[in-house]
């Protein structure tokens, strides 16, 4: 059986007869990916009542190639100024790296229309999970990344205390629990 490698977002399974288990969450109806590593799939205790397989993201990474232009890369962010947000690149594609790669998301590459109006705060934060397409190789420390299309923004971000939140539309999250809601310059789930 071949490994199968994910990234955060990618969508493992249908909720149907699987529970969400180690590195993953649950989006809609569909479980997903919350780490970088190896897809398993475990069957039920022998004797359970809940005969659900659980599905789980194993810690691991594969080698992979250099970003290049063009490319979908999955991302963190790690830090924000009024300019521009820095990312560390976790995947290429459907691959994870091994290599330490960075991004900067500046703020002209957010959104495709009323770029002038785009406020970083709004649109990422720390520890946001990003899906992004690589515009250039940047400078020596970076690639510059876009977010602009709508397949392509936050995938996986938490509410400031800390949950997990939910797409609601194009531009807000929610956090399921105290749903309070949160801007963000979401990707649309494909």
């Known amino acids: 059986m071949t490994a199968v490698f994910v990234c955060p977002g990618d ?28 897809k398993q799939l475990n069957s039920p205790l022998e004797g359970s009542m809940d005969q659900s397989i659980t599905v789980e993201v194993a810690r691991g990474v594969e080698q992979t190639s250099v970003p290049k232009e063009g490319d979908i890369v999955t991302a963190k962010v790690t830090k924000i100024n009024v300019r521009m947000a820095v990312v ?32 970083i705060m709004q649109s990422l934060r720390p520890g946001d999970v990003v899906r992004a397409e690589v515009l250039s190789l940047g400078d020596a420390r970076s690639y510059y990344l876009s977010t602009a299309k709508t397949d392509l923004g936050v995938i996986y971000a938490k509410s400031i205390t800390g949950n ?7 531009q807000e999250m929610q ?16």
């Open 11 to 38: 969508k493992l399974s249908q909720t149907v007869g699987h529970v969400a288990g180690k590195g993953t969450y649950v989006r809609g109806q569909h479980i997903c990916a919350s780490i970088i590593g190896k």
């Open 88 to 119: 560390d690149i976790l995947c290429i594609g459907q691959k994870a790296v091994e290599d330490s790669f960075s991004g900067v998301i500046r703020q002209q590459d957010v959104k495709a229309t009323e770029i002038d109006k785009v406020q």
């Open 164 to 170: 997990p939140m939910v797409a609601i539309s194009w």
């Open 175 to 190: 956090d399921p629990s105290s749903l309070a809601k949160e801007f963000r310059k979401v990707a649309k789930v494909v």
